[in-house]
């Protein structure tokens, strides 16, 4: 029967039972007055209550509501897909040596059913980095989800995945998803997604863990756990994990691979940090730091072009005009919203404009060969450890100009800076470790 | 702290010295500003029959074509913010979102002139599945009467579904309750509906509340 694959792996609600008698529970389970949600953990309060009697679960809402009505029908997970005989991979591109390091940590790793944790510094090409790994898994006739806490990153990497595996079936599953759902080998989708699942997937790859509060949300740590296979494992994808995964990584806990050289096999730059008392206070006066204003100024006589990095949308006239007082000229200031983004980035991109004062928006995948960086007001909050990391990751972008200098200034050296400097510090110890400069 | 019943985003609560004066319990807010905002409350000029949102208080084309007389006035536009709204709350099952337009109908209720309130009723197996009547769920306490009942058989595919074509040869939909007649004889009856789109729904309610022997009809609804 076709129709039993909906229920592979995977918790299916009905208010009325399917034909065959199947593995079931109830979707809202109930004791002594205490209601909680089985399929996303959440405890119901009083007031979600309907009037025909029934509780519901509000948080997972989103996924279709599930109410004390309902029972979740499943089947364990059979992996019905064709056997391979050699290997799906169809990606005609090359791994770098340093990659070809990491791939087979990798998936070493994952054959020998490890948890682990892939900390790829930004543009180290991590997806490339887990095709043999995930090549051999679907080998093995694995079952193999790729989750994401955003829909945009799912919708981007469903098409190099197919690609890349061209004969390996998939199902994209977020959200905005129209389509209905289907029983594929590769499921790639939003981490929501992975509640409605149940000990189906044998290797669950989590992109940007840091992206999404894995630590401070029960609701995600339950869908990894409760999707994986309890004789499977997961692999975690971030370029700056927080304080957690370190502590895991610290306590070895969990295995981790290094990708600490971007593909042109460069250390990072380490964050120069300078304390500029009351800088805001002075701003109000149209002045900014006088080291700041001699380091541009510097900048601008050996024709290096800079990211100026500011905390805020507000904070981009009263800089730019603080600029131009101290003759600092040739940039433009962006953030996010402004109309003429596209068109001022790209500016920048052909080099026709000396500088970009922008807030913390742009820090990630907008790269310009050749930069260096500033920041203002680093230790503001919206600046965080992995803003920070990333941020100084913009620099110097270039296999040309693989260094590039970062400065942060800031009133005090924040816990986030210090983590940042951290960071940096340790994946270059990585680095130096792999040959990197 | 609270948290928005809507976007579950922490709301600040702000107490007026009035309040801390009053000696009375503070008002929780559940809605923060920001969702509040998502909904556009219908102001100043209004189609005089459907209560559309517009700039003078003249007939809207769909009401011409309509060449009757009903009179309706509506709290919200029925824009993408309402229709989010309606999603959650209505489709997705989710009857917390009852509280975010209480307040508003519940004003509304006060200046409005019926003796007898009467919403349009969901059929059985949507009560069921549902769990509630969107339209009762945002009453607070007003005295209401179901004076209509769907027919049994009625439902085949949701109005939402329909196009606007279709709808306006849906066949009558409701019936009167058993002892409709008697309680609606010579009163003015205010019906209260969720959305008027075409107005073929509201406009089947009257013809039935016509029939009970009643001195008015007019309708409110949430949007329009
Ligand atoms: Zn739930
Ligand atoms: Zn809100
Ligand atoms: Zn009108």
Redesign the interface.
């Known amino acids: 029967m076709d129709n039993d694959e909906q229920f592979f792996g995977r918790w299916v609600p009905s208010?009325r039972p399917p034909l065959k008698p199947l593995v079931n529970r109830e979707a809202i389970a109930q004791s002594r007055g205490a209601a909680r949600c089985t399929r996303c953990g959440n405890w119901l309060t009083v007031?979600?209550?309907?009037?025909?009697g029934?509780r519901?679960c509000?948080q997972c809402?989103?996924l279709?509501?599930l109410?004390t009505h309902h029972k979740l029908y499943t089947i364990p997970e059979p992996n019905q897909f064709p056997r391979m005989t050699e290997s799906p991979l169809t990606w005609s591109g090359q791994l770098k040596p340093q990659q070809v390091v990491a791939a087979t940590a990798v998936r070493k790793l994952a054959a020998a059913k490890k948890n682990q944790l892939l900390w790829a510094v930004t543009g180290a090409g991590k997806t490339e980095i887990l095709y043999p790994a995930l090549a051999w898994a679907l080998q093995q006739g694995w079952r193999v989800a790729w989750a994401s806490p955003r829909v945009d990153v799912c919708l981007e990497l469903a098409p190099r995945l197919a690609r890349a595996f061209a004969g390996v079936s998939q199902a994209v599953l977020h959200g905005k998803q129209e389509q209905p759902y289907t029983y594929r080998q590769l499921t790639i989708c939003t981490t929501h997604q992975l509640l409605r699942f149940q000990a189906a997937f044998d290797w669950l790859i989590v992109d940007e863990v840091d992206a999404f509060p894995l630590t401070t949300s029960p609701m995600l740590q339950r869908a990894v756990k409760q999707a994986q296979k309890p004789s499977g494992s997961h692999i975690f994808l971030t370029a700056t994990p927080g304080p957690h995964l370190q502590k895991l990584v610290a306590q070895r806990k969990i295995a981790v691979t290094y990708v600490p050289l971007r593909y042109h096999g460069y250390l990072l730059p380490q964050m120069m940090v300078h304390l500029s008392w009351q800088w805001r206070q002075h701003l109000l006066k149209g002045r900014l730091p006088g080291h700041l204003v001699r380091q541009l100024r510097g900048y601008q006589q050996i024709g290096q072009r800079f990211l100026l990095f500011v905390p805020h949308v507000a904070d981009l006239a009263p800089i730019a005009a603080a600029l131009a007082q101290a003759g600092v000229v040739g940039g433009v200031t962006v953030h996010a919203a402004d109309p003429e983004r596209t068109a001022k980035v790209q500016a920048m991109r052909d080099e026709r404009c000396q500088f970009l004062v922008t807030t913390t928006i742009l820090e990630r995948g907008v790269t310009f060969p050749n930069v260096a960086v500033v920041i203002l007001g680093g230790d503001e909050a919206v600046f965080s450890t992995a803003a920070l990391v990333q941020i100084a990751g913009r620099a110097g972008r270039h296999a040309a100009h693989p260094r590039g200098e970062v400065t942060c200034y800031c009133q005090s050296q924040s816990r986030t800076i210090q983590q940042a400097r951290a960071m940096i510090g340790h994946l270059n110890r990585q680095g130096r470790q792999q040959g990197g400069q | 702290m609270p948290a928005c019943v809507w976007c579950n985003r922490d709301i600040p609560q702000v107490v007026t010295l009035d309040q801390i004066l009053s000696w009375g319990p503070f008002p929780v807010q559940e809605v923060c500003q920001a969702c509040r905002e998502r909904l556009t409350p219908i102001t100043g000029s209004c189609c005089s029959r459907c209560g559309r949102q517009q700039r003078a208080a003249t007939i809207c084309h769909d009401c011409e074509r309509w060449r009757d007389a009903v009179i309706n006035r509506a709290l919200f536009q029925y824009d993408a913010g309402f229709k989010a709204y309606m999603q959650q709350y209505k489709f997705q099952g989710d009857y917390a979102l009852r509280v975010v337009v209480q307040a508003t109908l519940a004003r509304a209720l006060q200046r409005a002139t019926y003796d007898v309130l009467v919403p349009i009723p969901v059929d059985v197996a949507t009560w069921q599945s549902r769990g509630f009547n969107q339209v009762t769920g945002w009453l607070t306490g007003q005295p209401f009467f179901q004076a209509l009942e769907v027919v049994a058989d009625h439902k085949e595919r949701p109005q939402s579904a329909k196009t606007r074509a279709e709808r306006l040869v849906t066949p009558q939909p409701f019936s009167l309750a058993p002892n409709a007649c008697k309680v609606l004889q010579h009163q003015r009856v205010l019906l209260l509906d969720d959305v008027y789109t075409t107005g073929r729904t509201i406009r089947h309610a009257i013809d039935q509340i016509n029939l009970s022997g009643a001195k008015a009809v007019t309708s409110l609804t949430l949007a329009r």
Request: proline fraction near 7%; charge should be positive; aromatic fraction near 6%.
């Open positions: 208010a007031t979600d209550q309907l009037p025909n029934a519901y509000r809402l989103q279709g509501r109410t």
